[in-house]
T-cell receptor, first 113, second 113 residues
Framework: DAGVTQSPTHLIKTRGQQVTLRCSPK?????VSWYQQALGQGPQFIFQ???????QRGNFPDRFSGHQFPNYSSELNVNALLLGDSALYLC????????????FGQGTRLTVV | DAKTTQPPSMDCAEGRAANLPCNHS???????VYWYRQIHSQGPQYIIH???NNETNEMASLIITEDRKSSTLILPHATLRDTAVYYC??????????????FGPGTRLSVLP
């Protein structure tokens, strides 16, 4: 079992550009959540996808959008990048249900210059 | 905002038990307590979770007080590889099925040789 995999591991973008990050959930998991972690802080919830729809969203602007595919994999898109978007982006997968474990990927380190 | 408070840092001698406290005085009856740890900007690693009974697995034990207002994570024999930031999280449900993690700053545990 490969667990949660994210790609790419590192990325450097210029202000104003757009970026797409990818996540493959752990086998058997159908729910994908995305988190942003700034340096020295805990992860912050961006949004969650289930059945190819955004089910819940944290306090992030519309520049952050996502998608979930029929195979449960997911993408996070960020438009009009700002320097403040530099962070570790984490994907977490879980199975539907109230009392389930969530497994995190190793993250994508995005640097905006 | 996170519903938990933790000490910012702790030290523990190698081979001794590490006891990490967490306060969650506003926890509701259906909210679970989860513990994750994060080693040097890797993705958070699941440790254990519980509702009101004490829990134990191969990694750790979770002791929840009877009033559920606080808990303690116990690593029975800490090693240098247990040096990490430990997050105590109350998983907040939106409805019967959805929930997300609200991370605080965590406790930085340093295991000393």
């Amino acid at each position: 079992d490969a667990g949660v995999t994210q790609s790419p591991t590192h990325l450097i973008k210029t202000r104003g550009q757009q970026v797409t990050l990818r996540c493959s959930p752990k086998s058997g998991h159908d729910t994908v959540s995305w988190y942003q972690q700034a340096l020295g802080q805990g992860p912050q919830f961006i949004f969650q996808y289930y059945e190819e729809e955004e089910r819940q969203r944290g306090n992030f602007p519309d520049r952050f959008s996502g998608h979930q595919f029929p195979n449960y994999s997911s993408e996070l898109n960020v438009n009009a990048l700002l320097l403040g978007d530099s962070a570790l982006y984490l994907c977490a997968s879980s199975s539907e249900g109230y009392n389930t474990e969530a497994f995190f990927g190793q993250g994508t380190r995005l640097t905006v210059v | 905002d996170a519903k938990t408070t933790q000490p910012p840092s702790m030290d523990c001698a190698e081979g001794r038990a590490a006891n990490l406290p967490c306060n969650h005085s506003t926890i509701s009856g259906n909210e679970y307590v989860y513990w994750y740890r994060q080693i040097h900007s890797q993705g958070p690693q699941y440790i254990i979770h519980g509702l009101k009974n004490n829990e134990t697995n191969e990694m750790a034990s979770l002791i929840i007080t009877e009033d559920r207002k606080s808990s303690t994570l116990i690593l029975p024999h800490a090693t240098l590889r247990d040096t990490a930031v430990y997050y105590c999280i109350v998983r907040v449900p939106w409805d019967n099925y959805g929930q997300n993690f609200v991370f605080g700053p965590g406790t930085r545990l340093s295991v000393l040789p």
